[in-house]
C-alpha cells in the first residue's frame, strides 16, 4: 500500500512539474504564444507519408465490409457494440466469454522488420512515417513506466518504437506519432471498475497517467511530429493540451528540431488550431479550391486504417486512383499520409503494397512536380492540377488528351521552354488571349509510358 501510494503521489509531482515547464522557452501555454509557431518548411516541401496502425487489434484484424469506411482498428469497441457484425464475428470465431485482452499474449510481432517498412516508405515515396504509439484500446509499443500495457511487458517483449524510430532515421526520414488521448475502457478514465491488464493504479487520468505519458515520448523518442486523436469527448481544457504542446514546441526548440502537431486538441477543436489540419477519408467532400491552412489527407489503400484480413481486392484504392488523390490534394496545400495496416506478424498486406510501390515508380519521374512544391493561384482547370516551384508552373494531366494540350489558367513567359517530365525534349507551344495555351505532343511520338498515369508539363512563367 505505502508503495502505491508513493507512485500516486510521484506521479502527481511529475504532472504539476510538467506543468511548470510547459512554459520554460519562447512557447507559454497560451494559444496566443502557440498559434505564432511554424509549419516546418520540411513538412511543406515533404508531400508524402506512410501512416502505420498496427497493434493487439491486428491479431482479430478484422471488421465488416459494407459501408464506405470500416475501421479494424475498432475492433475492441465494436466487439461489444450492440448491432454490429463484430460482435457476431467474435462470438463465432472466439467463444462468448472471449475478451479482447487475452488477444495480448497472441500478439507476437515474429516478422516485425523496421527496416523493411522504412525501405518500403523510401520506395513508394514518403519522406516521413508514423505509427500508433497507442490507438484507443490503451495498449502501448513503447515501454512506458505509466503501464505494463505495453509491447515491452506484454505481447511481443520488444521496445516496437525504439527500433522503429532507430530504423527510420537511419533511413534519413523524418518520423513521428499518432496519440489517442483516451482510451475505451481505462478505468482511470471511465470511471468504472472493469478488468484492464497492466494499469498502474493513479489518482488522476490526464495528470497522472495521459500526460505523463505523451512526456515520455517526447523526452525517449524526440518525434518529429505529433498527430493527437481520441479527443472528441471533453473540450481542450480538460485534456489541458495547451500544457502539452508546449512542453513539445520548447523541448523542440532546445534541440533546434522543426516539429509540427495537428488539430486534435478537444472536442470542436478540429480545423481550427494546430500547425496541420486532418482530413480523414473525406477530402472529396472538402473545398475544391485552396485550403490556406497547412492540411493532410489521410486515410488507407482500403476502407480501413488497421489490418483487415477480410480486406477485397474491390475495396482497394487503384494506383491511378491513389496518385490523381495525391496530385490533387498537393495542389490544393495538402500531404497525402498513406495509411498501411501491417499484420499481426509484421508484413505489409501486398494489396497494399502494389499501388504505393506504384506511385513510388510514378515519383521517380514525376516528383519534381510534387516535392518541394506550392500551391499556384489556380489549383485545377478542368481534369489539370497546378502545382508551382519558383519560376515555373506545373500542368499535372489527369486524362491523356491526344496530341495537343490546351490551358487558358496558364500564360508562359517569352521564349518559355515546355518539357514534359520524364520525356527528352521540348515542345512547340503558341499562346493568345483568345484560345490560351496551346502545346503539341509530337505524332510520331508513342504515348509516354515512362510516366503512367497522370503527365507533368513543367511551364515558365515568370
Not at 483487415?308 to 490523381?324: A, M, S, Y
Request: hydrophobic residues 35%.
Amino acid at each position: 500500500m505505502k508503495q502505491n501510494i508513493m507512485m500516486i503521489v510521484g506521479l502527481g509531482l511529475a504532472a504539476n512539474v510538467f506543468a511548470q515547464n510547459a512554459g520554460q522557452g519562447p512557447y507559454q501555454p497560451t494559444w496566443k504564444s502557440l498559434i505564432t509557431h511554424q509549419m516546418p518548411a520540411w513538412y511543406e516541401d515533404a508531400k508524402i507519408g506512410l501512416s502505420m496502425h498496427w497493434g493487439v487489434y491486428s491479431v482479430p484484424g478484422w471488421a465488416p465490409r459494407e459501408g464506405a469506411i470500416s475501421y479494424a482498428e475498432w475492433y475492441g469497441w465494436r466487439m461489444h457494440e450492440a448491432g454490429n457484425p463484430t460482435v457476431a464475428y467474435h462470438r463465432a470465431t472466439y467463444g462468448e466469454t472471449f475478451t479482447y485482452d487475452e488477444f495480448i499474449p497472441q500478439w507476437k510481432a515474429e516478422a516485425y522488420d523496421p527496416e523493411a517498412w522504412a525501405v518500403f516508405a523510401k520506395n513508394m515515396g514518403a519522406k516521413y512515417m508514423f505509427i500508433t504509439s497507442k490507438h484507443h484500446d490503451g495498449f502501448c509499443l513503447w515501454p512506458s513506466k505509466y503501464t505494463d500495457r505495453n509491447a515491452m511487458k506484454m505481447g511481443p517483449h520488444k521496445d516496437l518504437l525504439g527500433q522503429y524510430f532507430k530504423a527510420a532515421r537511419k533511413h534519413g526520414l523524418k518520423v513521428g506519432l499518432y496519440y489517442s488521448l483516451f482510451e475505451w475502457h481505462n478505468p482511470l478514465y471511465t470511471g468504472k471498475d472493469t478488468p484492464y491488464a497492466g494499469l498502474k493504479r493513479v489518482n488522476n487520468y490526464v495528470d497522472g497517467f495521459m500526460i505523463p505519458q505523451i512526456r515520455e515520448l517526447i523526452d525517449l523518442y524526440h518525434p518529429d511530429f505529433f498527430f493527437f486523436d481520441g479527443e472528441w469527448h471533453h473540450p481542450e481544457e480538460f485534456w489541458k493540451m495547451k500544457d502539452v504542446v508546449a512542453y513539445y514546441y520548447n523541448q523542440a526548440h532546445q534541440r533546434r528540431q522543426e516539429v509540427f502537431v495537428n488539430d486534435r486538441f478537444g472536442n470542436g477543436t478540429r480545423g481550427k488550431r494546430g500547425d496541420l489540419y486532418n482530413v480523414e477519408y473525406g477530402f472529396d467532400k472538402e473545398n475544391e479550391g485552396l485550403l490556406t491552412h497547412k492540411w493532410s489527407y489521410w486515410q488507407g489503400i482500403a476502407k480501413t486504417f488497421g489490418y483487415n484480413r477480410d480486406t477485397n481486392p474491390e475495396d482497394c484504392l487503384t494506383p491511378k486512383q491513389f496518385i490523381d488523390k495525391v496530385i490533387k490534394g498537393v495542389s490544393q496545400n495538402g500531404n497525402f499520409d498513406i495509411n498501411v495496416g501491417p499484420t499481426a506478424a509484421g508484413p505489409i498486406p501486398d494489396y497494399e503494397q502494389y499501388p504505393l510501390l506504384q506511385l513510388g515508380q510514378w515519383l521517380k519521374v514525376n516528383g519534381e512536380a510534387i516535392y518541394g512544391t506550392r500551391p499556384w493561384n489556380v489549383q485545377h482547370e478542368g481534369d489539370v492540377c497546378f502545382t508551382a516551384k519558383g519560376d515555373y508552373v506545373y500542368a499535372l494531366f489527369l486524362k491523356w488528351p491526344g496530341t495537343e494540350f490546351k490551358l487558358k489558367s496558364v500564360r508562359p513567359v517569352q521564349g518559355s521552354v515546355i518539357t514534359l517530365l520524364g520525356v527528352p525534349g521540348n515542345l512547340d507551344w503558341a499562346c493568345d488571349d483568345a484560345k490560351g495555351l496551346s502545346f503539341q505532343y509530337p505524332s510520331h511520338k508513342a504515348r509516354p509510358t515512362s510516366c503512367s498515369y497522370a503527365w507533368a508539363f513543367k511551364i515558365k512563367v515568370q
